[in-house]
């Protein structure tokens, strides 16, 4: 039987789960019917599975208050960060940054 040591005890090894920064977006519509980031601002961190499904991500911001609705977003994966988008339009509304944990 395996002696579990104090942090062995503390840490839950089955997550999976960091502490990123949460940042709101202030985008522009562009002139190829996308958006570009004008400016963001970091409100916060969330802890999440960033392999989780989008639903489960966008569940995950509900349940810590970023957004309302989880079925009106999306999930897109821009190389830096998880950016929560408007479903219908796609603009961003929020980015969880995944190049930095807290």
Do not use: C
């Not at 963001?40 to 960033?50: A, H, K, P, R, Y």
Request: net charge negative; no cysteine.
């Amino acid at each position: 039987m395996h002696h579990m040591s104090g942090a062995d005890q503390l840490i839950n090894w089955s997550e999976h789960m960091s502490k990123f920064k949460v940042l709101s977006i202030d985008a522009w519509g562009n002139q190829d019917g996308g958006y570009e980031w004008n400016n963001w601002f970091n409100v916060g961190s969330i802890d999440v599975d960033l392999d989780a499904k989008p639903e489960t991500i966008l569940q995950s911001m509900a349940n810590e208050g970023f957004i309302t609705n989880p079925t009106l977003g999306d999930v897109d994966d821009d190389g830096y960060n998880m950016v929560i988008v408007d479903k219908v339009t796609r603009e961003p509304i929020f980015a969880i940054e995944y190049g930095s944990t807290i």
